[in-house]
């Protein structure tokens, strides 16, 4: 069968033409192809999924079309609980790097496989696992408790993983007794300091796209919709989330917008959610909170996937996902400690 060859983000155009017009220069780079050869690709990975027994997991983030095609589209949360109970032979991990390494830590036994190997993060390359080991040795009382943007290497080193969606249950779970060193994302573990009370060493990482928005850059899109509710991500600094009506992870962002009576709403969180949200809440608008430099911030990693490597990895079963025992053997033991917390009532 040939492979496909073209990037597939027309639907992707589309939704950023609506939400800024004259803002579609930001996407002339993808070609946008026929819709008919879209239907078609589409087609053809559905039937390779069924073909492979493979199932299809999506972040939030992903290109909306990515989104369409997939089983379940979620939070890292959500991501990581799918994984753990899947019955597929095959799971296809649209996401990043570090979160096809979760899959497989859950997984060892599976094929695991991304669109595309370079989809990195921020967050990981700021803590290496050697830097890690050599701050743990330090203070040999510290409960190391890491978000889930870090490498299976850094996983292993970590007594528990958490989420955003879980990340203040799993810190009111930590022992009393120990010091916590949260990872590596200080501005996540800010947060969860006032929420939880609890005395924390933050690892100095961040996301570099939720950093980009600033107190004054969101101060102007309340002036330009009054009464809409901001929407935040703790990933953001302090400054935006003093600002926000709601902080929380993807996931709950969903429940909220539902929920919420406001018929329009600000959202300051990776621009691939917005998808989402349109699709679960078609009766409201949605705005993406503007940067200083953008009106539609993006995660470059996150869209290094399209539609095109998908059908691509799914055909050749390439790139895989590979660890070594021990380090999957050691990770698991942090990564099943949150997951059994995490379904404490």
Known sequence: MTLWARTCTVRQMIDVAELHPGGIDR???????PRADYDALSRDIIALKKKLNAVILAHNYQVSEIQDVADYVGDSLGLAQQAAKTSAQVIVFCGVHFMAETAKILNP???????????????????????LKELQEKNPNFWTIAYINCSAEVKALCDVICTSGNAVKIVNAAPKDKDILFVPDENLGSWVMEQTGRPMTLWRGNCYVHVEWTSSAILRIREDYPGAPVVAHPECTRAVRLLADE????????????????????????????????????????????????????????????????????ERLEPRVELPPSTISRARISLDRMLEISARA
Do not use: Q, W
């Open 27 to 33: 996407f002339e780079t993808r070609r946008p192809i």
């Open 109 to 131: 036994n599976k094929i695991v496989i991304l669109p595309d190997k370079d989809a990195g993060c921020s967050l990981e390359t700021s803590c290496p696992a050697s830097k």
């Open 247 to 314: 902080v929380c992870s993807t996931e709950k962002m969903v429940a909220y917008c539902r929920n919420s009576p406001a018929k329009a709403i600000i959202i300051a969180t990776e621009a691939g959610m917005l998808h989402r949200l349109k699709k679960e809440c078609p009766d409201k608008t949605f705005i993406p909170a503007p940067t200083e430099n953008c009106r539609c911030n993006e995660c470059r990693f996150m869209k290094m996937n399209t539609l095109e490597k998908l059908y691509n990895c799914m």
